[in-house]
């Protein structure tokens, strides 16, 4: 059991290496950006995270994803790596808020061929124990578009619940929380403090 809680100022300026079963979160970093560059590009990838496809030329994405890198506050951006060392997507908490103590979440497996094998949910459960076990953070919230049945079912296996819904332009979205005192699986309940 871990004693003093970090703060999120403390994760921000030296974020962890968190392992699971099957991934390794560790900080972004430079060499990344071109697999970032190819799924920024990619229809159906775009297509699932209610966005659209860049059409920057790599140049300007770098130029663009080294300015993102510089000024990303309350922020923890992570890639997600299999454990042979390979580059397969990215996670990350944003939007946090240390008032509320809550943070909101993102992930995407950028390479298809990791698709559909569970990566997501061990990314889900290792960095919410972390979080949860680590910092003063009560609550993850995240949105999906509502049609995403997968995601959403990958979200409720690791034990988000739907809260609302919400419509950005064009796009409607299921939005999902995880609270720290509703946290139901025991290896969770197990490592966490209170």
Known sequence: MLGRKSSINELLTNPPVLEGKKIKLRPKRFSDVF???????DSELCYL??????TSS????VRLYTQAQNDCQHALRFAIEAL????????????IDEKKN???MGIMIGDK???????GVDVIDTAITHIFGNTDIKRIHLKTLDWNIRAQKCFSKCGFVTCGKLRR?????TLMDMLRSSINKPFLKNSLTT
């Not at 995270?49 to 860049?54: F, G, L, N």
């Not at 042979?84 to 939007?95: A, R, S």
């Open 169 to 173: 332009g064009e796009f409607s979205f």
């Open 49 to 54: 995270d209610a966005t659209y496809p860049i």
């Open 58 to 61: 790599f140049e300007e994405f």
């Open 84 to 95: 042979d060392g390979k580059h397969i997507g990215n996670f990350g908490y944003f939007n």
């Open 113 to 119: 061929k990791y698709w559909d094998q569970n990566y």
């Open 35 to 41: 697999n970032d560059y190819l799924w920024r590009r």
């Open 102 to 104: 809550e943070a909101e």
